[in-house]
């Protein structure tokens, strides 16, 4: 299968190579891994003779009934295990993190390079990875695909791909991303295409660069693609105060506006021929460009919600769906300034909802300044300022998206250390349904 994708080989492949090793990071107690004896340190070598180089290739390859597996242990000896399952075994497994694909552009706009200096080297790293892609829904530029990425991605059938386009023309997509040797999307996009890869994309606007004609030329090329381009989301730049100023602005409200005007010109024509809208702007284009927000059934199913798209909408709808009596509870919602001037209409149907008092605290990022206004940037800090004296609530809902999965915020204080410095619960929430709904304990 490998050796028959690999023929021909694509004109937009870049060629590297790299060493993996796959370890086993925890194993389920009475797990189908710990009846194998499987620690945490061993390394997974094959599976029916094919090598693992990261998680994808073990949960393919891993979900088979019968396979074999060759595995070396921490102290060094390799064993085989012939292992056949009934479905609904549970293998236990789980992986140490995978090294993540480095980015190989130098966008004037990227956000990590607006990081200040003095924080945990991983938010240092910027990341392009076509796996994180599929699994997270991470958005990639696909500019550093190898011919095994391509096999993978094939072979696996990783659809939908999240990917960054924000401009057709090469020229000016390679000036975006200041990347002389970045491929033609449209020719990735259409091989993949012919393949049954479909993808979300979504087009971040540089005013002067990929804005007014280059962004109509840009849905109109992604629009031509058919089916293989699901939607595309168009966002208005975001830069922090450490960002590069000298080489990058924010949109304008006059150029918000034509933005918006662009994308609902396409999202009239895609409704026609195809009967959902497929062209979005981010909430902040519509906020930014003074217009009102438009309804949820303008969002098709919310596919691109974590990219800030309907995200007021997407939140009404799930709180339409909340059974939970809060009556008499004080509840403090915490945002940023980006939801600040949306959220009292997410909150008057919250309290019609659960019969709570909610008051709305819209916090200033004293990280990266009042220019970054989204919740899932604050910090601990942050959090802990605006609650610390305030033993007059009973409960206040931080946005889930502020820590990682090991409970840590971006300033490197933990939900533990945040909880010990107020005088009140807290309660980390997506959707508020997540926090609010349910029979849990209030």
């Given at each position: 299968?490998?050796?028959?994708?690999?023929?021909?080989?694509?004109?937009?492949?870049?060629?590297?190579?790299?060493?993996?090793?796959?370890?086993?990071?925890?194993?389920?107690?009475?797990?189908?891994?710990?009846?194998?004896?499987?620690?945490?340190?061993?390394?997974?070598l094959?599976i029916?003779?094919?090598?693992?180089?990261?998680?994808?290739?073990?949960?393919?390859?891993?979900?088979?009934?019968r396979?074999?597996?060759?595995?070396?242990?921490?102290?060094?000896?390799?064993?085989?295990?012939?292992?056949?399952?009934?479905?609904?075994?549970?293998l236990?497994?789980e992986?140490?993190?995978?090294?993540?694909?480095?980015?190989?552009?130098?966008?004037?706009?990227?956000?990590?390079?607006?990081?200040?200096?003095?924080?945990?080297?991983?938010l240092?790293?910027?990341d392009?990875?076509?796996?994180?892609?599929?699994?997270?829904?991470?958005?990639?530029?696909?500019?550093?695909?190898?011919?095994?990425?391509?096999?993978?991605?094939?072979?696996?059938?990783?659809?939908?791909?999240?990917?960054?386009?924000?401009?057709?023309?090469?020229?000016?997509?390679?000036?975006?991303?200041?990347?002389?040797?970045?491929?033609?999307?449209?020719?990735?996009?259409?091989?993949?295409?012919?393949?049954?890869?479909?993808?979300?994309?979504?087009?971040?606007?540089?005013?002067?660069?990929?804005?007014?004609?280059?962004?109509?030329r840009?849905?109109?090329?992604?629009?031509?693609?058919?089916?293989?381009?699901?939607?595309?989301?168009?966002?208005?730049?975001?830069?922090?105060?450490?960002?590069?100023?000298?080489?990058?602005?924010?949109?304008?409200?006059?150029?918000c506006?034509?933005?918006?005007?662009?994308?609902?010109e396409?999202?009239?024509?895609?409704?026609?021929?195809?009967?959902?809208?497929?062209?979005?702007?981010?909430?902040?284009?519509?906020?930014?460009a003074?217009?009102?927000?438009?309804?949820?059934?303008?969002?098709?199913?919310?596919?691109q919600?974590?990219?800030?798209?309907?995200?007021?909408?997407?939140?009404?709808?799930?709180?339409a769906?909340?059974?939970?009596?809060?009556?008499?509870?004080?509840?403090?919602?915490?945002?940023?300034?980006?939801?600040?001037?949306?959220?009292?209409?997410v909150?008057?149907?919250?309290?019609?909802?659960?019969?709570?008092?909610f008051?709305?605290?819209?916090?200033?990022?004293?990280?990266?300044?009042?220019?970054?206004?989204?919740?899932?940037?604050?910090p601990?800090?942050?959090f802990?300022?605006?609650?610390?004296?305030?033993?007059?609530?009973?409960?206040?809902?931080?946005?889930?998206?502020?820590?990682?999965?090991?409970?840590?915020?971006?300033?490197?204080?933990?939900?533990?250390?945040?909880?010990?410095?107020?005088?009140?619960?807290?309660?980390?929430?997506?959707?508020?349904?997540?926090?609010?709904?349910g029979?849990g304990?209030?």
């Open positions: 299968m490998l050796e028959s994708l690999a023929q021909p080989k694509v004109p937009w492949l870049l060629l590297r190579s790299e060493t993996v090793v796959i370890l086993v990071k925890s194993v389920a107690p009475g797990s189908l891994g710990a009846e194998l004896g499987l620690t945490p340190g061993t390394e997974l094959t029916d003779g094919r090598g693992l180089n990261d998680f994808l290739d073990w949960e393919f390859l891993a979900a088979e009934e396979f074999v597996l060759l595995v070396r242990a921490p102290d060094g000896t390799t064993t085989e295990y012939d292992i056949e399952r009934s479905e609904g075994d549970f236990g497994i992986l140490e993190p995978p090294r993540v694909r480095r980015c190989a552009n130098r966008c004037d706009f990227c956000f990590v390079d607006g990081n200040p200096e003095g924080m945990r080297p991983a240092y790293i910027r392009d990875d076509y796996r994180l892609s599929f699994r997270y829904g991470n958005f990639a530029t696909l500019t550093n695909l190898k011919q095994r990425d391509i096999n993978r991605i094939i072979e696996y059938r990783l659809s939908p791909l999240y990917v960054s386009v924000h401009a057709t023309d090469p020229a000016i997509r390679r000036r975006l991303l200041r990347n002389p040797k970045a491929p033609d999307i449209l020719s990735q996009l259409e091989f993949f295409g012919d393949a049954g890869i479909r993808c979300h994309t979504q087009i971040v606007l540089q005013p002067g660069v990929n804005d007014e004609a280059v962004l109509h840009s849905l109109e090329d992604l629009f031509e693609l058919g089916d293989t381009v699901l939607s595309v989301s168009v966002v208005p730049v975001g830069l922090t105060e450490f960002s590069k100023h000298d080489l990058v602005r924010e949109l304008t409200a006059a150029e506006l034509a933005a918006v005007a662009t994308v609902d396409f999202a009239a024509r895609a409704l026609k021929e195809r009967a959902y809208h497929w062209s979005y702007g981010s909430d902040d284009l519509y906020c930014e003074g217009l009102p927000l438009p309804p949820a059934s303008r969002y098709d199913g919310f596919e919600v974590e990219n800030g798209v309907g995200s007021v909408r997407y939140l009404q709808e799930r709180i769906g909340l059974d939970a009596d809060w009556s008499g509870s004080r509840i403090a919602v915490t945002t940023g300034a980006a939801m600040g001037s949306l959220m009292p209409q909150i008057s149907h919250l309290s019609a909802a659960t019969r709570a008092s008051e709305l605290l819209v916090l200033r990022n004293d990280l990266f300044g009042p220019s970054v206004t989204t919740a899932g940037l604050l601990g800090r942050t802990v300022k605006a609650l610390g004296g305030r033993g007059d609530l009973d409960l206040a809902l931080i946005p889930a998206e502020a820590v990682n999965d090991d409970g840590v915020f971006i300033d490197d204080m933990t939900l533990d250390e945040l909880e010990r410095s107020v005088p009140l619960r807290v309660r980390l929430s997506f959707d508020f349904s997540d926090a609010l709904g029979q304990e209030r």
